[in-house]
Antibody, heavy 122, light 106 residues
Framework: EVQLVESGGGLIQPGKSLRLSCAAS????????LSWVRQAPGKGLEWVSA????????YYADSVRGRFTLSRDNSKDTLYLQMNSLRADDAAIYYC???????????????WGRGTMVTVSS | EIVMTQSPATLSVSPGERATLSCRAS??????LAWYQQKPGQAPRLVIY???TRATGIPARFSGSGSGTEFTLTISSLQSEDSAVYYC?????????FGQGTNVEI
């Protein structure tokens, strides 16, 4: 079964750092572009970042560029999101998502994890 | 950034009726358009990709159409389990962007 499982969320103070993880199983991890998508409480979906299968190229939303860094460890089938200088408006459920076809940047997200909640508050 | 605008915000329909959801892009996204269904407390689920292709396991009552800037998701003969928020998303350019969602109430 293809599966993504996020972890690492929690309560964090503004200005601090947090690292999210997304463990994958059931597919050839290194072949797929992966993204993080977040959803603030009661709000819609916001794409955050994406990385290619080799971990060479990454894209970021303007709202997180310079503060968040996306990386992956293909030997561990795990995706990471390093979040620095956290702000109150970063509070959200963070979902890890896989694109539908391998090696393709331009594709929909066919598999989503259940998400991990990040709360930013003093 | 491409802005995705969905209408209506809320759609109230009866079981067995047809629902038509609209999504408009601020510039062309070709057919690089997906629709997702999200139920309360759950992750989004892919419904349609490529503007008109049903994802695996999606019932035939769901159909998508459109290209360029105007897109439609149609749910024929609505069933109670179709009650959810539906989001469109473009994957033609960076950043990827989502519409604000249409809440389908049954």
């Amino acid at each position: 079964e293809v599966q993504l499982v996020e972890s690492g969320g929690g309560l964090i103070q503004p200005g601090k750092s947090l690292r999210l993880s997304c463990a994958a199983s059931g597919f050839t991890f290194s072949s797929y572009v992966l993204s993080w998508v977040r959803q603030a409480p009661g709000k819609g979906l916001e794409w955050v970042s994406a990385i290619d299968g080799g971990g060479i190229s990454a894209y970021y939303a303007d709202s997180v560029r310079g503060r968040f860094t996306l990386s992956r460890d293909n030997s561990k089938d795990t995706l990471y999101l390093q979040m620095n200088s956290l702000r109150a408006d970063d509070a959200a459920i963070y979902y890890c998502a896989k694109v539908r076809t391998g090696g393709n940047w331009y594709d929909a997200f066919d598999i989503w994890g259940r998400g991990t909640m990040v709360t930013v508050s003093s | 950034e491409i802005v995705m605008t969905q209408s209506p915000a809320t759609l109230s329909v009866s079981p067995g009726e047809r629902a038509t959801l609209s999504c408009r892009a601020s510039q062309s996204v070709n057919t690089n358009l997906a629709w997702y269904q999200q139920k309360p407390g759950q992750a989004p689920r892919l419904v349609i990709y490529g503007a008109s292709t049903r994802a695996t396991g999606i019932p035939a009552r769901f159909s998508g159409s459109g290209s360029g800037t105007e897109f439609t998701l149609t749910i024929s003969s609505l069933q109670s389990e179709d009650s959810a928020v539906y989001y469109c998303q473009q994957y033609n350019t960076w950043p990827r962007t989502f519409g604000q969602g249409t809440n389908v109430e049954i």
